[in-house]
């Protein structure tokens, strides 16, 4: 989207100010502990980009509040399994020889959009060690959060999305839909006989960059659309416009509760 088209999309322009009344508006208050999916071009123009809708959120929530954001690196993968884009079968070796290994300080995000990104180099905000599957978190609950995610269960037990859970923690959807809500991916631990798959990555152990293989679940987010429409037919969700973005806030621990139930069901 062009800058044009995004001043297009709203009568006055988005501030920091304006969002963070938006945001309080919506129902985001102090002490909060909140996961964050974003699309800053839903919001239309913001004065400032991605750092006054940071800031925004961080003056919603306070220093006593934790925001989560998905730092993921989808790269960082065996490219036996990629899709977007696949590559030839005689790359294989040597994206597994070559790929960097994964670093907490410096490793871009991919796919997670322009406000995961900034946040990731914010002031004060951490990053969780897991290579494909990480996490970034500021506030009260940071530390807590991001600690020792388990490589085998990026998703699961001792992920931020589980430590959230105990948090009763809640989850913003910023302009994106139930497709890019990561939570869900914690109630597919739950689904018996789940198919696991062998993973790789390039990590550091000992300071020495090491090609890594692992078994996982083979998470899924093809159902999640469906899983979130269901879930909000008979649960409460706060709704509302942010800038020219549909914004929805959910608690995090009786959304994942349905979950579970619901793809036992469809599985």
Not at 7 to 13: A, C, G, L, S, T
Not at 222 to 233: H, M, P, Q, T
Request: aromatic share 8%; net charge negative.
């Amino acid at each position: 989207m062009s800058e044009a088209t995004a001043v297009q999309k709203i009568d006055r322009p988005n501030t920091r100010s304006s969002l963070h009344y938006q945001f309080k508006e919506l129902g985001l208050k102090e002490g909060m502990v909140v996961i964050v999916h974003s699309s800053l071009r839903s919001l239309g123009w913001v004065c400032g980009g991605p750092t006054a809708v940071i800031q925004a959120l961080m003056d919603s929530v306070g220093k006593e509040g934790t925001i989560v954001m998905p730092a993921q690196t989808a790269e960082n993968s065996d490219p036996s399994a990629w899709e977007m884009p696949p590559v030839p079968k005689e790359w294989w070796p040597v994206i597994r020889d070559e790929m960097p290994a994964f670093d907490p300080e410096y490793t871009p995000t991919r796919g997670m959009g322009d406000i995961a990104e900034a946040f990731r180099s914010f002031s004060g905000v951490k990053r969780s060690n897991h290579p494909t599957y990480s996490f970034t978190a500021w506030g009260k609950h940071a530390e807590e959060i991001i600690l020792e995610q388990p490589l085998t269960a990026g998703f699961g037990e001792g992920s931020p999305l589980a430590k959230i859970y105990r948090l009763d923690g809640f989850i913003l959807l910023l302009g994106v839909g139930h497709d890019s809500n990561t939570s869900l991916h914690l109630a597919e631990h739950a689904v018996p006989h789940k198919k696991k798959v062998e993973k790789g990555t390039a990590l550091l152990e000992d300071d020495k960059r090491v090609w890594k293989t692992y078994e996982e679940i083979d998470y899924d987010s093809e159902l999640f659309a469906e899983l979130g429409s269901d879930y909000e037919k008979t649960h409460t969700v706060a709704a509302a416009k942010v800038g020219a973005a549909e914004v929805k806030l959910i608690r995090q621990r009786p959304m994942v509760d349905y979950a579970r139930q619901w793809l036992k069901n469809k599985h």
